[in-house]
């Protein structure tokens, strides 16, 4: 089945890492993709189709942890959050949802410039429940159930998709 069949994708980072594993994903699942650089263009773009899906892509980094040395990224992670969810409220009359997914570590090129060292991603690894880092096609499923039917009454919320680091304390 074909989660995403007569649906337009509008992502954007499809580049490398989460965003182009979404692309896939949601290509494989029968979506049409266009891929925009401007929150408003894909706003607009929902509009004109009456309705749909639009995903920013967060972290759990500002939700429920700060760390060390990435204030400039905690505070506009965190600042996605809120603009998400009053996007949410303004534009959900006219049937677009508007939700945050916030991933946990991603083996990405951006998540292993960030742990450059066998023992600094041994520690970022630690930090998970699942003691892991994720695959970004890991992250690519939780998009693909944000912008599907399945999340229909799914709007103004920021998904954890984190491997556990929000309650990890070990």
Known sequence: MEALAGKLALVTGASSGIGRETAKLFAQNGAALVLVARRRQALDALSRRGGGSLIFVSSFVGYSAGLPNMTAYV?????????????????????????????????????????????ARAWVEGLHALKRLARPEEIALSALYQASDASSFTTGTALLADGGVSISRS
């Open 75 to 119: 505070a506009s992670k965190a600042g996605l959050i809120g603009l998400t969810q009053a996007l949410a409220s303004e534009f959900g009359g006219q049937g677009i949802r508007v939700n945050a997914l916030l991933p946990g570590g991603t083996d990405t090129p951006m998540g292993r410039e960030a742990a450059n060292s066998v023992e």
